[in-house]
């Protein structure tokens, strides 16, 4: 019996790149899934082609609009008990700050800040009344390090693990896990969904996620992180993955060095 066994698992991000895989690798455990993301007939699709598809659920909501999402997820949810809630959904962004709206930066912080704090707060009163829980949220290496053309992106990530550390403080002698990911470059479509100056999508892929670890052995590593309920977790390959060991030990020099990238 896994850790998995017979838990309803609240997945956002569900009808692509890493939450797409992630669907996948879950289903093969005896879980029941909720599968979140602005696209109905996308998760469908999804749902349809799982092993027990009949035991999944849809839930479309847009995170980017969390107050709207939360009232919309409460309606639909009911009296449905969350055992681990996977905050996923997210965009990335592709521009310089000379070059950003204003309402690019509150778009990244809606989607990739807001939305994990606003279904984190939907769960958490009944995880905390049933002593058991878990969420898991999708940082990013970007969370710990920012880099050119993501200064919205990377605020947002590193606001989300602000966030999962003060959660996990406060829930922990309520027997609820928090584990954080921090994938490197995974090869999915973010780059060509980033957000650019005006808020229009790059429309493009990067090499540099194109040449990342798959979609497929980044939803095993976070399936792995979260049955084994570790805090944090970096996943990816290659320097994307070690950059944020790289720079506990020598901060000036990844600085440095992306500041010459
Ligand atoms: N790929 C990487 O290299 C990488 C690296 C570090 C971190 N991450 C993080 O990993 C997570 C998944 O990204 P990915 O690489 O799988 O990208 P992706 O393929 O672009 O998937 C993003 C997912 O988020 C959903 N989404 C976007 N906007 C939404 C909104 N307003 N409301 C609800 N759902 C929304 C999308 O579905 P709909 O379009 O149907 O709404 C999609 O399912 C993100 O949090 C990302 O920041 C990715």
Redesign the pocket.
């Known amino acids: 019996m896994s850790y998995l066994t017979d838990k309803t698992i609240w997945l956002?991000?569900?009808?692509?790149?890493?939450?797409?895989a992630l669907a996948r690798e879950l289903a093969n455990y005896d879980v029941r899934l909720i599968l979140?993301?602005?696209?109905e007939d996308?998760?469908e699709e999804v749902r349809k082609s799982l092993p027990n598809s009949d035991k999944h659920q849809v839930l479309a909501?847009?995170?980017?609009q969390p107050e709207e999402a939360m009232a919309a997820a409460t309606k639909a949810l009911g009296d449905t008990q969350i055992d681990i809630l996977i905050n996923?959904?997210?965009?990335?962004q592709r521009s310089l700050i000379l070059d950003t709206d204003l309402k690019v930066y509150r778009q990244l912080m809606e989607?990739?800040y807001f939305?994990v704090v606003a279904l984190t707060k939907l769960v958490l009163p009944s995880m905390v009344a049933r002593q058991s829980g878990h969420i898991v949220t999708?940082?990013?290496?970007?969370g710990k390090i920012g880099t050119k053309l993501r200064s919205g992106y990377s605020g947002a990530?590193y606001a989300v693990l602000g966030f999962m550390d003060s959660l996990r403080a406060e829930v922990a002698a309520d027997k609820i896990s928090c584990t954080s990911i921090l994938?490197?470059?995974?090869n999915?479509?973010?780059a060509h969904?980033s957000l650019t100056g005006d808020g229009s999508a790059l429309g493009e892929p990067d090499q540099d996620?194109a040449s990342?670890m798959s979609?497929e052995d980044c939803a095993k590593a976070i399936v792995k992180a979260i049955t084994a309920r570790k805090d944090e977790v970096v996943v990816g390959k290659g320097l994307s993955k070690l950059a944020p060991l790289i720079q506990r030990i020598s901060p000036s020099y990844v600085r440095r060095m992306i500041a010459k990238l």
């Open positions: 956002t991000g569900a009808s692509s790149g890493i939450g797409l979140t993301s602005r696209r996308a998760l909501l847009d995170l980017s996923n959904a997210g965009v990335s989607i990739d939305g999708v940082s990013s290496v970007a990530k994938p490197g470059f995974i999915t479509p973010v969904n996620n990342g979609a």
